[in-house]
Structure formats: C-alpha cells, structure tokens
C-alpha cells in the first residue's frame, strides 16, 4: 500500500545532532497547512535514526527505510513495514513544487538526510 502527498516548499536545515529536511504546503497567507518533517539524528554513541513527523504524527528507528528514490521532483520512501501513522502505508511518495529553491534544498539534503538509503534517481 502506499500514500503520496505533495508540497509547495521544501527547506533543508542542520541542527547539532540532526540534519533535517522540511516539506510544507502553504496557504495563500503564507500559513502551514500540511508538513512532513524528516530528521536524521546521530545519538551520542554514533548510533544513526530516522525519524518522521507528519503533522505531529511522529514515527521514526534505526531501521525505518528500505530505500529512498529521487526522480524529478518525487521523493519516494519505502518503510521496512506498514506504518500506522501513514493508516498502513509501506511506501510513501513525495512530490514537490519545481521551484528552484525547492530543487536546491531537496539536491543537498536528500544526500545527507537519507544517506545510503537514497537509491537511483536523475542528476
């Protein structure tokens, strides 16, 4: 099963321990309707986790992905089960607006937030 969801805005940030990667659809007012939020963490005993929050649904393990595919401006996830926070879903599709912000911030962070899970895709 699989659910796919898509985003005008997408943001990529470091934080101290984390590196992150931000998909938002907004309003016309510039409000946050819908987010999903992926975080690598690197715990202190250089243990790495994924971790995803969707509209304050949080879900994440150091086992979370089987991989990840980037085509074009679709961002594919598959989990290494169904998710209940995705109401079953095993794979879930991201699409983004092609903006060149969007393509910048998706270029650098799919690398470092995804790491060796991200597989394929087009350069």
């Known amino acids: 099963m699989a659910d796919s969801r898509h985003y005008d805005t997408v943001a990529f940030d470091v934080r101290d321990n ?3 990667l931000f998909f938002a659809k907004t309003s016309e007012t510039g409000d946050i309707d819908d987010y999903l939020l992926l975080v690598r963490t690197i715990e202190d005993d ?7 929050e969707i509209n304050e649904k949080q ?18 996830l598959r989990f290494r089960q169904a998710i209940d926070a995705l109401d079953g879903a095993s794979e ?13 911030s998706v270029e650098v962070g799919a690398f470092r937030v995804l790491g060796d899970a991200l597989k394929g895709g087009n350069a």
Not at 46 to 52: A, K, N, P, R
């Open 18 to 20: 984390a590196t992150m």
């Open 46 to 52: 250089f243990d790495e986790s994924m971790h995803i």
């Open 59 to 76: 879900f994440g393990g150091h086992d979370l992905l089987t991989e990840a595919v980037l085509l074009g401006n679709t961002l594919t």
């Open 92 to 104: 879930l599709a991201l699409s983004f607006a092609e903006t060149q912000e969007n393509l910048t």
